[in-house]
């Protein structure tokens, strides 16, 4: 989240990290996926 931190108008209220095989389909439905995947590396 620390990337996060330095970027106005973004405020992080909770995060979890789910095994991709516990992530059902309604949670599909129900979350939004940031595609912040160049962060990791």
């Known amino acids: 989240m620390a990337a996060l931190d330095v970027c106005d108008g973004i405020n992080v209220l909770d995060a979890q ?5 516990e992530f059902t ?3 599909l439905h129900t979350h939004k ?3 912040f995947d160049f962060r990791s590396q």
């Open 17 to 21: 990290h789910v095994a991709e095989n």
């Open 25 to 27: 389909l309604h949670d």
């Open 33 to 35: 996926r940031w595609e």
